[in-house]
């Protein structure tokens, strides 16, 4: 089992940025896929970003691409997400999530196995 551990979440003004980062312990990191998924104010979980295990091939809800990136320090243990150009339907808890399996990346809740206990992105117009 792992362990997350999620921080940077905070408030900004539309069109801002932040940076969620995190933390891994409990098993060889560089071997998991990691995700970002977020749920908004009466919505269900969604899938945000992906990134394998080596951090080579990334992945983006549409939502997203070209304004969030996902990256990965494995000898930091640690997985990031950079938010930029920030808007208002962006506000939700995100959640880091770790695959269920070595080397197996998915896109859906289901592939991933361990969760974090979420950050709070709150986008003001």
């Known amino acids: 089992q792992v362990q997350l551990v999620e921080s940077g979440g905070g408030s900004v003004q539309a069109g801002g940025s932040l940076r969620l980062s995190c933390a891994a312990s409990g098993r060889t990191f560089s071997m998991y896929g990691m995700g970002w998924f977020r749920q908004g104010p009466g919505k269900e979980r969604e899938f945000v970003a992906a990134?394998?295990?080596?951090?080579?091939?990334?992945y983006y809800a549409d939502s997203v691409k070209g304004r969030f990136t996902i990256s990965r320090d494995n000898h930091k243990n640690t997985v990031y997400l950079q938010l930029n150009s920030l808007k208002p339907e962006d506000t939700a808890v995100y959640y880091c999530?770790?695959?269920?399996?070595?080397?197996?990346?998915?896109?859906?809740?289901?592939?991933?196995?361990?969760w974090g206990q979420g950050t709070q992105v709150t986008v003001s117009s």
């Open positions: 990134t394998t295990w080596s951090g080579g091939t990334t």
């Open positions: 999530a770790a695959a269920r399996l070595p080397y197996v990346l998915g896109q859906s809740s289901t592939d991933f196995g361990s």
